[in-house]
Nanobody, 115 residues
């Protein structure tokens, strides 16, 4: 059984930082690309960042988070991270991790950016 568990969400002031983590089990984590998505209330879920696997690990970002967020992975810990800096109120959403191209999703973690 594949299980993805996100953590690290919370409330932060504008300009602040949070680091999300997604711990995976039940899969050969190092062989899968991973993605972070978010869903703003009342809107469609949107992709935030992606990270590949293999000898050359590549990262991809949505335009709205470039130069603010960094996705990384630790294959020893079966965990993918999303470092979020310079957060804006518009980043308020539920953030989900996902095994790239699969129907495996975590339960989500709430991020609220507010004064």
């Amino acid at each position: 059984q594949v299980l993805l568990v996100e953590s690290g969400g919370g409330k932060v002031q504008p300009g602040g930082s949070l680091r999300l983590a997604c711990s995976a089990s039940g899969i050969a984590f190092s062989t899968f690309g991973m993605r972070w998505w978010r869903q703003i209330e009342g809107k469609e879920r949107e992709m935030v960042a992606s990270i590949t696997t293999g000898d050359e690990v590549l990262q991809y970002y949505a335009d709205f988070v470039k130069n603010r967020f960094v996705i990384s992975r630790d294959n020893e810990k079966n965990t993918v991270y999303l470092q979020m800096n310079n957060l804006e109120p518009e980043d308020t959403a539920v953030y989900y991790c996902n095994v790239w191209g699969s129907q495996w999703w975590g339960q989500g973690t709430q991020v609220t950016v507010s004064p």
